[in-house]
């Protein structure tokens, strides 16, 4: 059903859109969040293959269209964000099955282990391959974000499951055993 992949994708749209805002403020103290383990958790926990993976890969494309575009020895790297969030989806995806995956603590503990994992995918694209650092000051600020992000998604983690949960009830479209397949 294209419903479920459309509301969560808006749904991710939304929280990606905030986190946009969040940091232009933040900008002007050096500080960025990174939320990819959030905008990847809910679909590849509740959806169905193909349902999560086409929502995971429009968002991974939607932030993909906002972040600058690295070049790597006069190469270009395009798609860094649909790269990283397809294969935490598929592996997330793979794994729910042993888990309770309906659980929001679990969610959030998910959503936590796949942003540990895409930032510093991420980042080792964009800062060590695309314009080495001449200090070690890159690496605490690394580390600056990628706390100040953990802390963002513990926060934020409860209110965006919730949202995509109630998002689809308001569309009638419920969440059952139909997306235990792979299909």
């Known amino acids: 059903m294209y419903r479920r992949w459309l509301i969560v994708f808006a749904a991710s749209l ?19 969040l990174s ?3 959030l905008l990847v958790t809910f679909a590849a926990l509740r959806l169905n293959l193909r349902n999560g993976l086409t929502a995971t890969i429009l968002i991974a494309l939607a932030v993909d ?64 391959l695309a314009a080495p650092p001449a200090s070690g000051t890159a690496s605490l600020r690394l580390l600056a974000d990628l706390g100040w992000s953990q802390l963002f998604i513990l926060i934020a983690a409860p209110w965006f499951f919730s949202l995509q949960e109630r998002a689809l009830e ?13 299909y």
Do not use: K, M
């Open 14 to 32: 939304l929280l990606w859109s905030i986190v946009c805002q969040v940091n232009h403020y933040l900008a002007p103290y050096g500080a960025y």
């Open 35 to 37: 939320v990819g383990g």
């Open 65 to 128: 269209s906002l972040e600058p575009v690295p070049a790597v020895a006069n190469h270009l790297i395009f798609g860094p964000h649909l790269l990283l969030f397809a294969t935490a989806h598929v592996l997330i995806f793979h794994l729910r099955n042993r888990f309770p995956r309906e659980e929001t603590l679990f969610g959030l503990g998910t959503a936590l282990l796949a942003n540990l994992a895409i930032f510093p995918g991420l980042s080792f694209l964009y800062v060590e």
């Open 170 to 182: 308001l569309a009638h479209v419920e969440l059952a055993e139909e997306d235990n397949r792979f």
